[in-house]
């Protein structure tokens, strides 16, 4: 229960900051969204390109979570079992690493819709002359 709790925590704080990461760099690409509007991009394509953008940040922010914890894990198992000669050993199943996997993706690409269809509902005269 307590490690359900930290994992939904660590989804939150996860989903909060790719929103965040992705809502910066719409500010400071505002001109370029413009620009593409301009030349004939449509809002599915600004759209998509921002979910891409989302959905690379959470593939990698899982992969080096997932990594991390895996040696973490054991690594703390090692020195314990060194320690105390329990037979103590990290218990993790591919089920346990597939399902986190895939909320974690789900997370970041829900946290990154929000920003991109506020970027796609930008104007392109309004983005432009926005700088």
């Known amino acids: ?5 930290f994992t939904a925590i660590s989804l939150v704080v996860g989903g909060i900051g790719i929103m965040n990461v992705l809502l910066a760099s719409i500010l400071e690409r505002t001109r370029e969204i413009g620009i593409r509007k301009a030349v004939g991009a449509r809002r599915r394509d600004v759209l998509w390109q921002f979910l891409v953008e989302a959905m690379t940040i959470s593939v990698a922010g ?14 703390a198992t090692a020195i314990i079992r060194a320690r105390t000669e329990a037979p103590l050993y990290a218990a993790v199943t591919w089920q346990t690493l597939a399902v986190t996997t895939v909320a974690a993706i789900v997370v970041g690409v829900a946290a990154g819709i929000y920003p991109a269809v506020r970027a796609s509902r930008l104007t392109a005269i309004d983005a432009i002359q926005r700088e």
Do not use: K, S
């Open 62 to 75: 899982t992969a080096a979570g997932v990594a991390l914890g895996l040696a973490t894990a054991f690594v």
């Open 1 to 5: 229960m307590l490690m359900g709790a």
